[in-house]
């Protein structure tokens, strides 16, 4: 739909000068694809020169793969360098906006480069008086705004650890992930504005800190009316640090932890996925220098919350000279427009949603690029869904002409993405241009075998620096080794249905495991399973999502067998919505709930999720499963029947 770009304006992309700078040290390329054939073949050359290119912060030594085995890969086994260091090093002019905040709660706010440096260092200086130390981990139950960005690089300035939840998470969303990683330092809101509604988290935040027992001292911040009581005040705290302070930046090793992301919590508690200082600084250098174009002097809107990696990759855009914007609030408020409004008073650069809302803007016969000056606009990014091919048409009709749209998919796995477009190759509708530089993208059948032009699982057949260090507390890689390598011994599966074309383009089918892709943000069943096996009306329960091919939010369905001498009249209903939605999060409200006589098992207890969910979207029962490997396998028709009944 748009050709690749060439000559002098494939030249002036960050791609174009990393390929003629490949050039002068002797590697030309003449196709995208054949300088991703070589960053998949030489990884240590690969690597190595993304280091130099970039001119990293640290030392790299002489090394840069000493194992390539997966799971294990030792990257830059003798490198020492700190991410905070290349976010905040690579700025010649300290007057220059590097944050834009924008929130429902307050007034705009906005921050320069010298006054971010500087925000750095005394809440640097605040963690280490409160006793943080290298290793010790810091904790974020925060929105989308400057100060989060503030307390991030604060804490991998000194080596600790970070790890953040978003406010509109219930108590037990945060315990569940928090908990795990016996935080030393709480940093935290107690309310916030969503529209025109002010939600108060008090209760919430009190029962958050009851359960976190390691951590020694609260940092609140006042944010709009809200105040956190019995907890440092951030800005006093910040405000009381001397001006001698220097801002110092901790050497770490290359895989150091850096944050802990959290993956869905489908077999139990939400993963805690370890990412590091050095996978992390190269992998998103990549991103946005190479891939998403961003350049300095950009301006990055990514719509998120600090709870999904997509807030981590926004913050990295800094390392590339750009500064971000930074949203909090109801994105759709006061009107569907409300985030093109954004874009076009910021003067963003790169724009990164969802399919879901460009799908809701299309339905509503939007025409954005006539209603709004979105002439700074350069790129389009796309992820969380895949996007159809008719958004593409729209797209192109409504957008400046000149706007290049980047489809992408990748994960909290790895803090980025696998496949992606890039300047050099063109927008193919409804496809994927092509993999990621660096990312060994492949489809594999079941029986571990290449596929091309047909539906296969994506797989990773070589390593990369920003895979996980580790799942947190995961000492002998069970559940490392479960999640990824469980199929095709040494190659990371991915857990996507995808077909790779002959020209390397990839279309996303689905999930292929039982994660709940809602709106972008990966949900577990266990979640769900676990606050509602526990209330007394409820024996068991089976939770799907089906996604929608329109690029809509698709429906999440919970089926509940109730117990004895209940029944699944409204009010139960309602009750199991409220509950999820104080406890779990807005995003985990089912669309459908229904009751069904049992919960189909396989006869090692296992819940039929992916099973029912072919059955589902089509797929006749006896062909998925068969009646002697599971129990209640009669309750099945009970759900088919049920999915055509709204409750």
């Given at each position: 739909?748009?050709?690749?770009?060439t000559?002098a304006?494939l030249?002036?992309?960050?791609l174009?000068?990393?390929v003629a700078?490949?050039?002068?040290h002797g590697?030309?390329?003449?196709?995208y694809?054949?300088?991703w054939?070589?960053?998949?073949?030489?990884?240590?050359?690969f690597?190595?020169s993304?280091?130099d290119?970039?001119?990293?912060?640290?030392s790299?030594?002489?090394?840069v793969l000493?194992?390539?085995?997966m799971?294990?890969a030792?990257?830059f086994?003798t490198?020492r360098?700190?991410y905070?260091?290349s976010?905040?090093?690579?700025?010649?002019d300290?007057s220059?906006?590097?944050?834009?905040?924008r929130?429902q709660?307050?007034?705009p706010v906005e921050?320069t480069?010298?006054e971010?440096?500087?925000?750095?260092?005394?809440?640097?200086?605040a963690f280490?008086?409160?006793?943080?130390?290298?290793?010790?981990r810091?904790?974020g139950y925060?929105?989308?705004?400057p100060?989060a960005?503030v307390?991030?690089?604060?804490?991998?300035?000194?080596?600790?650890t970070?790890?953040?939840c978003p406010?509109?998470?219930?108590?037990?969303?945060v315990i569940d992930?928090?908990?795990q990683?016996?935080p030393?330092?709480l940093?935290?809101?107690s309310g916030?504005?969503?529209g025109?509604k002010?939600v108060?988290?008090?209760a919430?935040?009190?029962?958050?800190r009851?359960?976190l027992p390691?951590v020694?001292?609260?940092?609140?911040l006042?944010?709009?009316i809200?105040?956190?009581?019995?907890?440092?005040?951030?800005?006093?705290?910040?405000e009381e640090?001397?001006?001698?302070?220097p801002?110092?930046f901790e050497?770490v090793s290359?895989d150091?932890?850096?944050?802990?992301?959290?993956?869905s919590?489908t077999?139990?508690?939400?993963?805690a996925?370890v990412h590091s200082?050095?996978?992390?600084?190269?992998?998103h250098?990549?991103?946005?220098g190479?891939?998403?174009?961003?350049?300095?002097?950009?301006r990055?809107?990514?719509?998120t919350?600090?709870?999904?990696?997509?807030w981590n990759?926004?913050v990295s855009a800094l390392m590339v000279?750009a500064s971000i914007?930074?949203?909090?609030?109801?994105?759709?408020?006061?009107?569907?427009e409300?985030?093109?409004?954004?874009v076009?008073?910021?003067?963003?650069t790169?724009?990164?949603?969802s399919?879901?809302?460009?799908?809701a803007?299309?339905n509503?016969s939007?025409?954005p690029?006539?209603?709004f000056?979105l002439?700074?606009?350069r790129?389009?990014g796309?992820?969380?869904?895949?996007?159809?091919?008719?958004?593409?048409d729209?797209?192109y009709d409504?957008l400046p002409a000149?706007v290049?749209?980047?489809s992408m998919?990748g994960?909290t796995?790895?803090c980025?993405?696998?496949?992606?477009?890039?300047p050099?190759v063109p927008?193919?509708?409804g496809?994927?241009?092509?993999?990621?530089?660096?990312?060994d993208?492949?489809?594999f059948?079941?029986?571990g075998?290449?596929?091309?032009d047909q539906?296969g699982e994506l797989?990773i057949?070589?390593?990369m620096?920003s895979m996980?260090?580790?799942?947190?507390?995961?000492?002998?890689?069970?559940r490392?080794?479960?999640?990824?390598f469980?199929?095709?011994?040494?190659?990371w599966?991915?857990g996507?249905w995808?077909?790779v074309?002959?020209?390397?383009?990839?279309?996303?089918?689905?999930r292929s495991d039982?994660?709940?892709n809602?709106?972008?943000?990966r949900?577990?069943t266990?979640e769900f399973?676990?606050l509602?096996e526990?209330?007394?009306e409820?024996?068991?329960?089976l939770v799907v999502?089906l996604e929608?091919l329109?690029?809509g939010?698709?429906e999440?369905?919970?089926f509940?067998?109730l117990?004895e001498?209940?029944?699944?009249?409204?009010?139960?209903?309602k009750?199991l919505?409220?509950?999820i939605?104080?406890?779990?999060?807005?995003?985990h409200?089912?669309?459908?709930?229904?009751?069904?006589?049992?919960?189909?098992r396989?006869?090692?207890g296992k819940k039929?999720?992916?099973?029912?969910?072919k059955?589902?979207?089509g797929?006749?029962?006896e062909?998925?499963?068969?009646?002697g490997?599971?129990t209640?396998y009669d309750a099945?028709?009970?759900?088919?029947?049920?999915a055509?009944?709204?409750?």
């Open positions: 739909m748009r050709p690749a770009f000559g304006e030249a002036a992309t960050g174009g000068k990393y700078w490949l050039a002068d590697r030309r390329f003449d196709t694809h054949d300088l054939a070589w960053s998949v073949d030489d990884l240590e050359d690597w190595a993304l280091w290119f970039y001119d990293v912060a640290g790299r030594g002489n090394c000493a194992d390539r085995a799971p294990g030792s990257w086994p490198a360098l700190n905070a260091e976010v905040l090093g690579g700025v010649d300290p220059r906006v590097a944050i834009v905040g929130s709660t307050r007034a921050l480069f010298g971010l440096t500087d925000q750095v260092r005394r809440a640097r200086a280490q008086s409160l006793g943080v130390r290298k290793g010790d810091v904790v925060l929105p989308n705004v100060e960005v307390a991030m690089l604060a804490t991998a300035s000194l080596g600790a970070w790890a953040c406010p509109e998470f219930g108590a037990k969303s992930r928090l908990a990683l016996e030393t330092l940093i935290a809101v916030y504005t969503y025109t002010e108060d988290r008090t919430e935040l009190q029962t958050i009851a359960a390691t020694r001292d609260v940092v609140g006042t944010y709009g809200h105040t956190v009581p019995d907890a440092h005040v951030w800005e006093w705290l910040l640090q001397s001006t001698e302070v801002l110092e050497p290359f150091h932890p850096l944050w802990t992301l959290f993956s919590g077999t139990g508690l939400p993963k996925v200082h050095g996978g992390i600084t190269l992998e250098l990549k991103l946005h190479l891939h998403l174009d961003t350049r300095d002097g950009d990055v809107l990514l719509m919350t600090t709870g999904w990696t997509v990759c926004l000279g914007v930074v949203t909090d609030g109801n994105p759709l408020h006061p009107d569907l409300e985030p093109w409004r954004t076009a008073e910021t003067g963003v790169l724009f990164g949603t399919p879901g809302y460009l799908m803007c299309r509503e939007m025409r690029g006539d209603t000056d002439s700074a606009v790129t389009l796309v992820t969380g869904a895949v996007l159809p091919a008719e958004a593409y729209w797209l409504v000149d290049y749209l980047n998919s994960g796995d790895i980025s993405n696998f496949v992606s477009g890039n050099w927008v193919y509708r496809e994927l241009s092509a993999p990621t530089l660096g990312a993208v492949a489809a059948d079941d029986d075998n290449e596929v091309t539906v797989v057949r070589a390593p620096p996980p260090v580790a799942f947190w507390n995961d000492n002998d890689m069970e490392y080794l479960a999640a990824y469980d199929i095709y011994p040494g190659i599966r991915h996507d995808v077909t074309s002959d020209r390397q383009s990839v279309v996303i089918q689905g039982a994660t709940l809602r709106g972008g943000v949900i577990g266990a399973y676990n509602i526990a209330l007394p409820v024996e068991d329960s999502h929608d329109t690029g939010p698709g999440l369905m919970l509940v067998q117990a001498g209940h029944e699944m009249d409204a009010d139960t209903v009750a919505k409220t509950i939605r104080r406890e779990l999060s807005p995003r409200v089912p669309d459908l709930v229904a009751a069904v006589p049992a919960v189909p396989t006869l090692t039929l999720e992916t099973p029912i969910k059955i589902l979207a797929a006749p029962p062909r998925v499963v068969s009646p490997s599971v209640n099945i028709e009970a759900y088919r029947i049920a055509l009944k709204t409750v």
